[in-house]
């Protein structure tokens, strides 16, 4: 059964840091990999999708890179600002078609 | 539509309660999940369909729960009996195709179960 786990659960930083969010998942025979933003009783925002043939994908500061032999993800925030505090959670696509979630880094950028 | 429509945006039920969740995907997009997403955790697979099939619905947590998609394209999710542990956020998502592109999210019924 596949697990994914994000660390940290939560993080707090000054305003225009770079940092880096970690996402893990047991089984590497994965589609695909997505990040997603979620502001506090909303939906999810879809940030990034990787491909299991790609290594990364960029969309303006962000940047999330995938390395699916270790089953590791990272997504790379650039220049932090406290517009980007929410939860980000990171999911696997395996052949059952249904997205498994970790359960989300909160971030906090402290003006 | 421009998004993925859910309503109602909260409920607030009495236990024993049946409840309808109703989803509007984007216009054209045959894939439709519904997850559901207690406090502080990622969300959680309850069921997927490709048009009006559910091609899986493992994740749906006893036969309470139920879900249709009746022309392939809204769909419903429907709790009956309900107990106070279904209280979550149910969200609904959806996508073009099988395994194609990004999963696009709707902002979630609240469900309350007192």
């Known amino acids: 059964k596949q697990e994914v786990t994000q660390i940290p659960a939560a993080l707090s930083v000054p305003e225009g840091e770079n940092l880096v969010l970690n996402c893990s998942f047991t089984d590497s025979a994965i589609y695909n990999l997505q990040w997603f933003r979620q502001d506090p009783g909303k939906g999810l925002t879809s940030l990034l999708l990787i491909q299991s043939s790609q290594r990364e994908q960029t969309s303006g500061r962000l940047n999330a890179s995938l390395d699916k032999s270790s089953g590791r993800s990272t997504l790379y925030i650039a220049a932090s600002q406290p517009g980007d505090s929410a939860t980000y959670l990171c999911a696997v696509v395996q052949g059952a078609q249904k997205l498994v979630f970790g359960q989300g880094t909160r971030l906090t950028i402290n003006p | 539509g421009a998004g993925v429509s859910q309503t109602p945006s909260n409920k607030v039920t009495e236990k024993g309660k049946y409840v309808e969740l109703r989803c509007d995907p984007i216009s054209g997009h045959t894939a439709l999940y519904w997850y559901r997403q207690s406090l502080g955790q990622g969300p959680e697979f309850l069921i997927y369909f490709q048009g009006t099939g559910a091609a899986d619905d493992s994740g749906l947590p006893n036969d309470r729960f139920f879900a249709v998609r009746p022309e392939g394209s809204v769909s419903t999710l429907k709790i009956q009996r309900t107990e106070r542990g279904d209280s979550a956020v149910y969200l609904c998502?959806?996508?073009?195709?099988?395994?194609?592109?990004?999963?696009?999210f709707g902002e979630g019924s609240r469900l309350t179960v007192l």
């Open positions: 998502a959806s996508r073009p195709g099988h395994n194609t592109g990004e999963l696009f």
